[in-house]
């Protein structure tokens, strides 16, 4: 069975951090182009980043502040996606998604952009 798997969300407090996983079953990730996705009920889903398999080259949404960093371990077929600074606004559900392309673009955020997309982890800022 293909899946992707997000682990690592939670409740922290603002200023704090998380790292969130994504793992891959059922496919060989390490030859697909990972993205990250965050999205709050009621609104677009929006993007993070993304990390194209041509280059191993990390593409960011603007938007991302320098808060957010995506690496891979190849080790492990495991991308992570860490945030630092945690703002009560970063509350949301966040997603990993595959897709069987050399390169990606953090602002692809249709469905049907990305072969696979998992389950999605809640991630609440509050104090």
């Known amino acids: 069975q293909v899946q992707l798997v997000e682990s690592g969300g939670g409740s922290v407090q603002p200023g704090r951090s998380l790292k969130l996983s994504c793992a891959a079953s059922?496919?060989?990730?390490?030859?697909?182009?990972i993205g990250w996705f965050r999205q709050v009920p009621g609104k677009e889903r929006e993007g993070i980043g993304c990390l194209s398999v041509a280059n191993d080259k990390i593409y960011y949404a603007d938007s991302r502040e320098g808060r957010f960093t995506i690496s891979r371990d190849n080790t492990n077929h495991t991308v992570y996606l860490q945030m630092n600074e945690l703002k009560p606004e970063d509350t949301a559900v966040y997603y990993c998604?595959?897709?069987?392309?050399?390169?990606?673009?953090?602002?692809?955020?249709?469905?049907?952009?990305?072969?696979?997309w998992g389950q999605g982890t809640q991630v609440t800022v509050s104090s």
């Open positions: 059922g496919f060989m990730m390490d030859f697909y182009s």
């Open positions: 998604a595959a897709v069987d392309d050399r390169y990606c673009s953090p602002y692809a955020t249709k469905l049907d952009a990305w072969d696979y």
